[in-house]
C-alpha cells in the first residue's frame, strides 16, 4: 500500500471516530504512524520482533493495561466512572488523544549463553 493511500485511510478513519466515539486514543509500535510503516519504534529497555504481532500487541497491552488502571481499580471512596475517565484524558475536549508508554526496567532476556 502506498504511503499516500494510508494518510487517507489514517484520515478518514480519525474523521469517522471523531463523530462517533467521545474518546479515542491512536495506538502503533511504528516509529511514524503517517508514512514509514518500516521502521518501528525502539524501546530502550525491551527487545521484540516488531515483524511478530504477538509481540507488537503485548507491549499495547501494557500501555492500555496502565492507562486504564485508575478505571479499573475498585477504589470505593472514589469510583471513577467512564465518563469521568474520559474527561480527565481530554481536557481540552478533544477527543483525539496523544500516547506515550515508557518500561523504565530492563526487561531484556540475557541469552543462555551469558549465563554459562
Not at 494518510?7 to 486514543?25: G, K, T
Not at 508514512?35 to 521484540?48: D, G, I, K
Request: charge should be negative; proline fraction near 5%; charged fraction near 15%.
Amino acid at each position: 500500500m502506498s504511503s499516500s493511500i494510508r494518510v487517507v485511510n489514517l484520515a478518514m478513519s480519525f474523521a469517522s471516530l471523531i463523530e462517533s466515539a467521545s474518546l479515542f486514543v491512536p495506538l502503533s509500535t511504528m516509529a511514524q504512524g503517517w508514512r514509514n510503516v518500516s521502521q518501528s519504534r525502539e524501546f530502550p529497555n525491551v527487545s521484540y520482533d516488531s515483524e511478530n504481532s504477538y509481540q507488537t500487541s503485548a507491549i499495547l497491552a501494557t500501555f492500555l493495561d496502565t492507562m486504564t488502571l485508575k478505571y479499573r481499580a475498585k477504589d470505593i471512596l472514589q469510583p471513577v466512572v467512564l465518563p469521568e475517565f474520559c474527561a480527565n484524558l481530554n481536557a481540552y475536549g478533544w477527543k483525539m488523544c496523544s500516547a506515550n508508554l515508557g518500561m523504565p526496567f530492563d526487561l531484556m532476556i540475557p541469552e543462555v549463553s551469558d549465563s554459562l
